[in-house]
């Protein structure tokens, strides 16, 4: 829906008190060909692609507590596709090029900016790494430059060319990458959906499976059972919880990843950069705040906040990068819980339970691939068929030994 200059200040000078809600809030159905488990961005996105681009109908999402209270809203807004293994740059492009055309497909400003994001480099071996992942994003269609020392030193005088331990000899640039507004990304998704005739139903908790001689019949809930033709499950780091529901044992565990915000600031951070000695990254908002993170938390845990020991690494890695980051003041600190999987790549599969599909294992990897994982998803509960660009995503590749191994673009833990 579009407003007109006028509307909106007459609305500011109104106290607001003239806006719609922008989706319905309805009460659960009996039944549903559909229900989506999850109202984060790639549960919203799935509903949204199942609605408009495949056409189904009869749709619910369930969402515990309120849409967009997990990771959507609690993460660093990175977008980019600089990842090197066929089993996964592709897919990463894929949603890249969504990215890119979201705002007009929605006529909603997620506030989508491509900014670009710069991985720097320290060592000979560390850029011949990056030349190779450059020349596999290249191929898969994606943009990407290598960057001498003089090249960065344009880009970001302020970094610390000459530190003793981690001397910065350059970068891997990707243009198109860059940044999103995450709850705008959540919103915009969530109204199209609504639009589309989905279910949006909120403070619906799962609290089980009802299964009948191997196929899933509908979902006891907070707000009682629900019939469904086909499930998809949807809940980042809780996936093991709810899966377990059904009697799955996943191959992932959950942990805290924390991020963090500065006061604001001038314009200093032309986009998006990453310390090639450590796991740090840093981008600026439009408020000007420094928004940075780093590593998970090394121990499993469901709750969405984080310890000390991971802010101290974070800090020593920022002023190892950037020594003027050290006077600016921490405005607050949040941590979304992770679902990460034994290779580092997701998980996009039917699963053993007919009718019963699973969406999980994003790692670091989450908001990026927001509206791709949403339309292969889509596409995997419409046609029973794994969309081209995530068909490594197997949920067996592990007992079969076919690994994404991808762990270079965001460590994921020793999983036992």
């Known amino acids: 829906m579009r407003y007109s200059a006028y509307r909106v200040v007459k609305e500011a000078l ?4 003239g806006w719609r809600p922008l989706w319905r809030n309805p009460d659960p159905r009996p039944a549903y060909d559909y229900v989506v488990v999850g109202g984060g961005g790639h549960g919203l996105a799935t509903a949204y692609y199942l609605a408009t681009t495949f056409r189904q109908a009869r749709i619910a999402l369930l969402e515990k507590s309120w849409l ?9 807004t990175i977008i980019r596709s600089n990842y090197l293994l066929p089993g996964n740059e592709p897919f990463y492009e894929f949603s890249m090029k969504l990215w890119e055309n979201m705002e007009q497909l929605l006529n909603f400003n997620a506030m989508v900016s491509q900014r670009g994001i710069l991985n720097l480099f320290h060592s000979d071996g560390q850029r011949d790494a990056y030349r190779r992942r450059g020349n596999a994003m290249l191929l898969a269609g994606a943009d990407a430059e290598l960057l001498d020392r003089d090249q960065v030193r344009r880009m970001a005088p302020f970094l610390n060319f000459d530190n003793a331990r981690f001397p910065i000899k350059g970068g891997l640039l990707q243009r198109r990458g860059g940044t999103a507004r995450h709850d705008g990304v959540a919103w915009g998704y969530a109204r199209g959906a609504d639009l589309a005739g989905v279910d949006l139903i909120q403070n619906c908790e799962v609290t089980g499976f009802r299964i009948e001689d191997g196929r899933v019949k509908g979902l006891e809930t907070s707000r ?3 019939r469904a033709g086909k499930v998809g499950v949807a809940v980042a780091g809780s996936s093991s919880r709810v899966m377990s529901q059904a009697g799955m044992r996943l191959p992932i565990e ?3 990843l924390q991020a963090f915000v500065s006061e604001g600031l001038k314009p ?3 986009g998006v950069i990453t310390f090639g000695a450590g796991h740090f990254y840093v981008s600026q908002s439009d408020k000007g705040g420094l928004v940075f993170g780093g590593d998970i938390d090394g121990y499993n845990s469901y709750a969405q906040r984080g310890n000390l020991p991971v802010i101290e690494d974070v800090a020593e890695s920022g002023m190892a990068l950037m020594p003027m980051i050290g006077r600016a003041r921490l405005l607050r600190v949040w941590g979304g819980i992770m679902d990460m999987s034994m290779d580092g790549s997701p998980i996009i599969d039917r699963t053993p339970v007919e009718g019963l599909y699973l ?3 994003w790692c670091y990897g989450g908001f990026k691939a927001t509206p791709a994982s949403g339309y292969c998803f889509a596409h995997l509960l419409a046609t029973d068929t794994p969309h081209d660009t995530a068909k490594a ?4 590749r592990f007992e079969r030994g076919y690994l994404i191994d991808e762990k270079g673009m965001g460590a994921s833990p020793n999983l036992h």
């Open 14 to 17: 109104s106290g607001h008190r």
């Open 68 to 76: 967009g209270s997990g990771n959507i809203g609690r993460n660093t």
């Open 224 to 226: 009682g059972y629900i």
């Open 254 to 256: 959950s942990h805290v």
């Open 268 to 270: 200093t951070i032309p």
């Open 359 to 361: 969406n999980a294992g």
């Open 393 to 396: 995503y197997r949920l067996d």
